[in-house]
């Protein structure tokens, strides 16, 4: 099972990212796909989430209107993309797979498998 980021890098305040994650081990479709991000010094914190099995999509209310989460079953592979990204969006941003219940979607302890991590530095 292996959970793949990449996207990540530098970009001024304003700017946009696309993040992708790549899964490879399970079956995608039985599972909701999420992303966190954990910045210095603060724990870490459920961003998004989306599943097949739930038509609507979870996002943190600090990136509500900003960020948009996708996917594609068939190449495996869901993305977040970043707009009007801020300096405290800078942190690193992990995907992970699991089957959260709805009351606790943006909780690390519902992901069963974890990616390495992309870097997000939002600075002028």
């Known amino acids: 099972v292996q959970l793949v980021e990449s996207g990540g890098g530098l970009v001024q305040p304003g700017g946009s990212l696309r993040l992708s994650c790549v899964a490879s081990?399970?079956?995608?479709?039985?599972?909701?796909i999420a992303w966190f991000r954990q910045a210095p010094g603060k724990e870490r914190e459920g961003v998004s989430c989306?599943?097949?099995?739930?038509?609507?999509?979870y996002y943190a209310n600090s990136v509500k209107g900003r960020f948009t989460i996708s996917s594609d079953s068939a190449k495996n592979m869901v993305y977040l993309q970043m707009n009007s990204l801020k300096p405290e969006d800078t942190a690193v941003y992990f995907c992970?797979?699991?089957?959260?219940?709805?009351?606790?979607?943006?909780?690390?302890?519902?992901?069963?498998?974890w990616g390495q991590g992309t870097q997000v530095t939002v600075s002028s």
């Open positions: 992970a797979a699991g089957r959260p219940i709805l009351s606790a979607i943006s909780q690390e302890s519902m992901y069963y498998y």
């Open positions: 081990g399970f079956s995608f479709d039985d599972y909701a």
């Open positions: 989306i599943s097949d099995n739930d038509p609507s999509s």
